[in-house]
Structures are given as C-alpha cells and as structure tokens.
C-alpha cells in the first residue's frame, strides 16, 4: 500500500531555516507528481509546493515563492522541502502528498487532486 512519511520538523527561530524530507512506498514513485502542504490551527489547508515526476516543473504557493525549494530524489524515493527565511505564518503541520492521476498538463495546486497523503510533521517558528 502507499505510504508517505514525512520527517525533519521541529522548533525553529524566525528567520532561520529546515528541510523537510519525506519517503515514499508502495507506488511506483517516478511516475508520480509529488506535493506539499500545509495546515495551521483553523484554517484550511493550502498548497505549499509540487514537482513533475521528472523533477523538470515545480510550482509554488505565493506566500512561499523565492524561500521554499522542493526536490526530489527517483532512485530514493523522496521528495524533499527546503524552507528558508522562516516566519510566523510558516508555523503549520506540514504535509506530503502524492497526486492520485499521474501525469498531467498542468501541477496541481488543489488538495482534492492528490490521492494519498502523510500523517504529518508540525513546524513551529518561534518569533
């Protein structure tokens, strides 16, 4: 069965930076778009990044754009997150998530397009 497991959160000042890891298993990884999200306390969750089975197209939401950076790794299985310049607002339970179609046209941003989903890492920026 797929599974996702996200790793690398934690306590972080603001300003500073982490790098979220996540592995995958279960699918065949390369064939797959992969994303990242995000949810803080009472709100909704919002698109953070994804990247093409190739790695060759990424896409980013607009309040990470030019701070975050996501990779991935086809022979490990894993899909990473570099977030740098953290702030407040960054502060979230942090998610990795496979798109359920595979190859597409376009990434998708909406949450509804990604089929399976990790259990989660919180990230906290202490201000």
């Known amino acids: 069965q797929v599974q996702l497991t996200e790793s690398g959160g934690g306590l972080v000042q603001a300003g500073g930076s982490l790098r979220l890891s996540c592995a995958a298993s279960g699918f065949i990884f390369s064939l797959y778009t992969m994303g990242w999200f995000r949810q803080a306390p009472g709100k909704e969750r919002e698109f953070v990044a994804a990247i093409s089975p190739g790695g060759g197209s990424t896409d980013y939401g607009d309040s990470v754009k030019g701070r975050f950076t996501i990779s991935r790794d086809n022979v490990k299985d894993t899909v990473d997150l570099q977030m740098n310049r953290l702030n407040s607002e960054d502060t979230a339970v942090y998610y990795c998530?496979?798109?359920?179609?595979?190859?597409?046209?376009?990434?998708?941003?909406?949450?509804?397009?990604?089929?399976?989903w990790g259990q989660g890492v919180q990230v906290t920026v202490q201000v």
């Open positions: 998530a496979v798109d359920g179609a595979g190859t597409r046209m376009q990434i998708p941003t909406a949450a509804a397009s990604y089929e399976h």
